[in-house]
């Protein structure tokens, strides 16, 4: 079961959209470094489709839900990002993993963004030209386009 802690309108989350982010719990990552160690426990409130909606209703002019987390069960962000996409096919979908790897139980139809990687402190996160992280378009066949580039900053 996913269960969020707390919710924010981002801007820089994923490039040109207006995100919700759902700061999720129960991180089995455990990155060094990580920004948010609360998340590493099982804490907060259920997440599912009849919470997200109220979130989504309160958030009006947002074009991109960001699940932020969610590794334990990948299952459940496949699961609610389908139900998401069916109720509101207007807004984007974007999901931050910590893992290196996308699972086998993600399938890319229900998803606009993908970010992989887990935090490391030494190499920076998606706005540095050492970060390990990757953030990807899904494109129209599924396929994963690379476009970490789109965090860099411009001088």
């Not at 074009?63 to 299952?75: I, K, N, W, Y």
């Amino acid at each position: 079961m996913l269960k969020y802690t707390d919710t924010l309108v981002v801007f820089k989350e994923v490039p040109d959209e207006i995100s919700l982010a759902i700061n999720i719990s129960n991180c089995p990552c455990h990155c060094p470094g990580c920004h948010t160690k609360k998340l590493w426990e099982d804490i907060g409130e259920v997440l599912d489709i009849n919470s997200i909606t109220k979130l989504i209703e309160k958030n009006k002019g947002i074009s991109c839900v960001s699940l932020m987390g969610g590794d334990a069960t990948p299952e459940d962000i496949n699961t609610l990002a389908s139900e998401l996409k069916e109720k509101f096919p207007e807004l984007k979908i974007s999901w931050y993993s910590g893992k290196q790897d996308l699972s086998e139980r993600i399938n890319l139809k229900y998803f606009d963004y993908i970010k992989l990687g887990p935090y490391i402190e030494d190499l920076g996160g998606l706005d540095k030209s050492t970060t390990n992280q990757v953030f990807y378009k899904v494109g129209d066949n599924q396929e994963l386009i690379d476009i970490t580039w789109k965090f860099k900053k411009k001088f």
